[in-house]
């Protein structure tokens, strides 16, 4: 392609070049038959468009003598750095590889690498036709054949239950009450989960068609037979209070129960220990909390814990905190008493702290100041003229 | 295709040069090749030559797959394939196929219907006894399931879904580089679903691809190759021409794989 690009080229000069010849000559007798207008010069007419061409496609007896040679290679560079060759592990290659060919680049992508061919080569999807040309699958010529085929399968489910429940209600068998599917405590897979299933682009509308499908299956009086194929594109959601690391309950030497936790707000770090002593005090940093918090919302800050869970009296609180203000130090040592008091407390209380905000962290932090602008919202006065 | 048949015939070719010297001096005045090649000669000539009768003998019968025993005119009335819509909705170009019309409803000629079903079935059973790639189209959402089905029932293709823009103009791009395209498509309903032709119908002009379809009295049947006037609007009707076509493609496998069979039978003997 490229050379009859280029002798098109030349024959398009060649041809002007001949009617040029005329007024060229009467200019100077000595000059050549050579064209005088050049038409086209850019090389883009016979240089091939590489960027259309698309990926480079490999074989498949090209990537097997890629893996052959890379097996070979591997039991050399064994053999070469004094090891064994039958277990040769990748990182032993990465480590030897470092070695030998010590690179100064910074981009790590750019060193020397040796790794099998299937994680350099790109992989293709496999050809979907046999050796006559014909595809394997029914519905490849509409494009998207998982999708559609996904579709066909779940209309067929709707049509055999609908053909059970006749069946049942011919026989005088059917029951309106069966047993259906537990649905609580998940959801239906998203559309990224379902592409990623089905190794194929689904657009918004495909897959609400989908969810529309699966509602209806659901909603048939039958639908426990299909439960295994309902619940494929059903996703379990985890239950929030069991991600919750509840400090071991520890005990003193005298037998006294304590737990110990931490907590940060802004920048004070708290560390509490509570104890099932049985008396009320709060001491902090060696001091009494009155001394520590003369403000009530501080200290009311410390209480709540405590009473939300209606153990005001029992616990003797024992903590250290530093840095920041009054009111983050505060707001620290309320979460650290929170999450020690996980370990003294049942499992419903504990989803109750949660819903009552005592277990979250506030991540509300200080914001910069930016530059042209007084603080971190606040600028400067802005003048008409 | 043919290096399928090659392979199968190059055993029975080494055993047919053993067989007689018959064969041998047949084959030295047809080619005029020398001695030394007269053992390919006579692997590859009685090869194609079978295979050739193969493929070429069923097109020099009329009806060489018995495809008239398929369908009475009694049975297209009784699935009511003379019914059309109402006059309103009558296409120009299908009044030379209407019988009349009865009470403003069309009635479609059955005779000519018979006739132009029996060509289009015989037309289908020929390709699919060469193997062809058979594509079933219909944007009706009705019947889309039965005839996915029935694609899959006789190992064809089927495509009842939205028709996307350059499937067979542009396939290369939509599909792979490589692809082969279908060798014939049969139009269950050859409008979409806003009454407009299906799109399928010009892109396989387009691509010289032969189309079947059974036509409505409001649809257009000029760029169709085999048209079947009828109705597509009743399940009795479609049930019938799945089943018909479902029978004509599998009657055709079957024969092909029967006389690739005693091929293979009658060359090693």
């Known amino acids: 392609m490229a050379a009859s690009g280029c002798r098109g080229v030349r024959s398009i000069l060649w041809k002007y070049g001949s009617c040029g010849k005329n007024f060229c000559l009467s200019r100077s007798k000595t000059v050549p038959q050579l064209p005088v207008r050049q038409i086209c010069v850019s090389s883009s007419l016979w240089k091939k468009n590489l960027a259309a061409a698309g990926p480079q496609k490999f074989t498949q007896e090209f990537i097997d003598k890629q893996v052959e040679e890379f097996e070979i290679g591997k039991r050399h560079l064994a053999n070469m750095m004094g090891e064994d060759p039958e277990t040769f592990t990748q990182e032993d290659i990465d480590r030897s590889i470092a070695y030998l060919f010590p690179s100064g680049l910074f981009e790590k992508r750019a060193r020397p690498v040796m790794k099998h061919p299937d994680e350099i080569f790109p992989k293709q999807t496999a050809v979907q036709w046999d050796a006559e040309g014909r595809p394997f699958h029914f519905l490849f010529y509409t494009g998207r054949q998982s999708y559609y085929s996904l579709l066909h399968d779940v209309y067929e489910k709707i049509l055999a239950m609908e053909r059970h429940q006749d069946k049942m209600r011919n026989k005088g068998l059917f029951a309106s009450e069966t047993k259906q599917i537990l649905l609580t405590g998940s959801r239906w897979q998203l559309k990224e989960e379902i592409e990623e299933y089905l190794v194929e682009n689904i657009s918004d509308h495909g897959y609400m068609r989908l969810i529309q499908l699966l509602e209806k299956l659901l909603s048939m009086p039958y639908c426990s037979l299909e439960e295994d194929f309902i619940l494929k594109f059903r996703k379990q959601l985890e239950v929030q209070s069991s991600k919750h690391e509840i400090p071991a309950l520890q005990h003193d030497p005298q037998g006294v129960a304590f737990s110990v936790a931490d907590g940060r707000r802004k920048t004070a770090k708290a560390s509490i220990t509570l104890r099932d002593s049985g008396s009320g005090n709060i001491t902090i940093n060696g001091r009494n909390y009155l001394h520590c918090f003369p403000l009530l919302q501080d200290r009311e800050q410390l209480m709540f814990p405590l009473h939300f869970v209606g153990m005001l009296g029992r616990f003797d609180v024992e903590g250290s905190v530093e840095g920041s203000g009054h009111s983050a130090q505060a707001g620290a040592l309320r979460l650290a008493i929170s999450r020690a008091l996980l370990s003294f407390v049942s499992e419903g209380e504990v989803e109750r702290m949660r819903q009552a905000g005592l277990l979250t962290a506030d991540p509300r932090i200080r914001e910069r100041k930016k530059p042209g602008q007084e603080g971190a919202r606040k600028k400067f006065t802005w003048k008409k003229r | ?269």
């Not at chain 2, 048949?5 to 001096?25: F, K, W």
């Open chain 2, 1 to 269: 295709m043919c290096s399928g048949n090659m392979a199968a015939g190059v055993l029975s070719g080494v055993r047919q040069v053993l067989r007689g010297p018959r064969l041998l001096s047949a084959v030295f005045s047809c080619h005029g090749q020398t001695f030394s090649s007269a053992a390919a000669a006579v692997k590859s000539a009685p090869d194609t030559a079978v295979t050739e009768k193969i493929l070429n003998f069923p097109l020099t019968q009329p009806d060489y797959f018995h495809l008239s025993e398929l369908f009475t005119m009694k049975d297209l009335f009784e699935a009511r394939v003379h019914l059309g819509h109402k006059k309103g909705c009558r296409h120009r170009l299908m009044e030379p196929y209407l019988f009349g019309s009865r009470l403003d409803t069309d009635i479609i000629d059955l005779e000519q219907t018979a006739e132009l079903l029996q060509q289009a079935l015989n037309f289908t059973a020929h390709v699919a006894y060469r193997g062809g790639i058979i594509l079933f189209v219909s944007r009706r959402r009705q019947f889309g399931h039965l005839i996915e089905t029935t694609a899959r029932e006789c190992g064809e293709y089927a495509h009842t879904r939205y028709w996307k823009g350059g499937l067979l103009t542009n396939a290369p791009i939509q599909y792979s580089p490589g692809v082969r395209l279908p060798d014939l498509i049969i139009f269950f309903s050859t409008l979409n679903n806003v009454f407009q032709q299906h799109v399928g119908i010009r892109d396989a002009a387009k691509m010289n691809i032969p189309t079947v379809g059974i036509v409505d009295s409001n649809c257009n049947p000029s760029l169709i190759a085999y048209p079947v006037p009828g109705n597509d609007d009743t399940p009795v009707a479609m049930e019938m021409y799945c089943r018909l076509f479902k029978m004509t493609i599998n009657r055709a496998k079957d024969k092909r794989r029967q006389m690739e069979l005693l091929k293979g039978i009658s060359a090693s003997v």
